[in-house]
């Protein structure tokens, strides 16, 4: 079946570094990728979609210049988490549509982040 | 805008015993998907369950099955045999049918699930 790859599974790192996570598809294309966060006990939270080669598109509340995403290939998918703050700290899936969107998203195995 | 319901924050049944999980969505849609993932304590999600709207007959995956209700906008997940594997967090999510893979999933609060022994 269609295999998410997301790394690292878990970083710890220093208030004001930049973290990146990166979401792979291994075994199909993926056009849109999806980023989101989900703070303890909580639903999954859309932050963006990624498009292959095109901008990625923001929900709402999400600062753009705070996480960059760059989908570069149609296998990845890449968070940025610049100049990090220890209110970033959390949990980050990616998922993908494989297909041409009438097959469930598959989803990474999460990253959890936390910024000392 | 689509919205997803979940009205039970936890729930919580026996061993070997049959639990549902409610789920209640609001669209002006005719043609959808909605699905039941699980998270479990890893944080994996995990597809359970997968409804087309334009079916009239209920999904069913082995000891899991769902309880689709077209007209009230409801789609309740079954567990029959419970285990102590199916502990974990359940969410309802809804995708629109046409737009192809651009389109995001939008998910219910979720349910947390205790299997007693």
């Known amino acids: 079946g269609a295999v998410v790859s997301q790394h690292p599974s878990r970083v710890i790192c220093k208030s004001g570094t930049s973290v990146k996570i990166e979401c792979r598809s291994l075994d199909f294309q993926a056009t849109t990728m999806f980023w989101y966060r989900q703070f303890p006990k909580q639903s999954l939270m859309l932050m963006a979609t990624s498009n292959e080669g095109s901008k990625a598109t923001y929900e709402q509340g999400v600062e753009k210049d705070k996480f960059l995403i760059n989908h570069a290939s149609l296998t990845l998918s890449t968070l940025t988490v610049t100049s990090a703050h220890p209110e970033d700290s959390s949990f980050y899936i990616c998922?993908?549509?494989?297909?041409?969107?009438?097959?469930?998203?598959?989803f990474g195995d999460g990253t959890r982040l936390s910024i000392l | 805008a689509q919205t997803v319901t979940q009205s039970q924050p936890e729930m919580s049944v026996q061993e070997a015993e049959t639990v549902t999980l409610s789920c209640t969505y609001d669209?002006?849609?005719?043609?959808?998907?909605l699905f039941w993932y699980k998270q479990p304590p890893s944080r994996q999600m995990i597809l359970v369950i997968r409804?087309?709207?334009?079916?009239?007959q209920n999904a069913t995956e082995n000891r899991f099955s769902v309880n689709f209700q077209k007209a009230a906008k409801s789609f309740s997940l079954k567990i029959s045999d419970s285990q102590l594997g199916d502990a974990a967090m359940y969410f309802c999510?809804?995708?629109?049918?046409?737009?192809?893979?651009?389109?995001?999933?939008?998910f219910g609060t979720g349910t947390l699930l205790a299997v007693q022994p």
């Open positions: 998922s993908a549509n494989s297909g041409n969107g009438n097959q469930p998203q598959h």
């Open positions: 669209t002006s849609e005719s043609d959808y998907y």
């Open positions: 999510a809804y995708r629109t049918y046409y737009g192809g893979a651009t389109n995001k999933l939008i």
């Open positions: 409804q087309e709207a334009y079916k009239q």
